[in-house]
Structure formats: structure tokens, C-alpha cells
Nanobody, 119 residues
Framework: QVQLVESGGGLVQPGGSLRLSCAAS????????MGWYRQAPGKQRELVAT???????NYADSVKGRFTISRDNAKNTVFLQMNSLKPEDTAVYYC?????????????WGQGTQVTVSS
């Protein structure tokens, strides 16, 4: 059993900040990559930021300079610090991980957490 659970979403005013967390639990042998995606109503799901096992990071152009991805390997947790939030950032944010569980590789998704940027 592998679970990815997001937390930290909510309602924030434009220019504000939020910090998202995603904790992976279960029979995990190794996490190869972990990151964040988002999907706004009427739009396709898009990559926000990723953190590979080798330490590389990748950000969408729309969030560069505003969002920062980080991780705590001991706790199998990844974070997304979101600053200078804009209404365009409103979406459901999903945690994603590629990992080895029970000797098998698989891609797993969290249930999502709502982020709403509005006055």
C-alpha cells in the first residue's frame, strides 16, 4: 500500500503565500522522483515543479522565481513554497512520485489539494 497525501492548500489573497506538503507512506523501497502538478477548471493538468532523486529541479516558466520545491528524504516528503501568488495559480495541486514498492516501479498520485487565490 502506497499513499501520497497533500496538505497546506486553502484560500489566499493575491500576493500571498502558501506552503504545500506531500508525504509518501507505505512499503516504499526507493523514491526516484517526486513533484507537483496542477489542474485548473477547463485546463489540462500541467507540471509545476519536480525534484529528482539526483537532486535536479525543474519548474514551469509560469512559476519560476515565485515557487520553490524542497524535500525531506528521511520523511519521504516534498514541499512546495508558493510566494507572490496570482489568481492564475488557482487550481487543484497534485503530488506525483515515481517509486519502487515491493520490488516494482510505479507512478503514484495524491488526491489533490485546492489552492484558491482570490480577493
Amino acid at each position: 500500500q502506497v499513499q501520497l497525501v497533500e496538505s497546506g492548500g486553502g484560500l489566499v489573497q493575491p500576493g500571498g503565500s502558501l506552503r504545500l506538503s506531500c508525504a509518501a507512506s507505505g512499503s516504499i523501497v526507493r523514491i526516484y522522483a517526486m513533484g507537483w502538478y496542477r489542474q485548473a477548471p477547463g485546463k489540462q493538468r500541467e507540471l509545476v515543479a519536480t525534484f529528482t532523486s539526483g537532486g535536479s529541479t525543474n519548474y514551469a516558466d509560469s512559476v519560476k522565481g515565485r515557487f520553490t520545491i524542497s524535500r525531506d528524504n528521511a520523511k519521504n516528503t516534498v514541499f512546495l513554497q508558493m510566494n507572490s501568488l496570482k489568481p492564475e495559480d488557482t487550481a487543484v495541486y497534485y503530488c506525483n512520485a515515481g517509486l519502487n514498492s515491493g520490488g516494482l516501479y510505479g507512478v503514484h498520485w495524491g488526491q489533490g489539494t485546492q489552492v484558491t487565490v482570490s480577493s
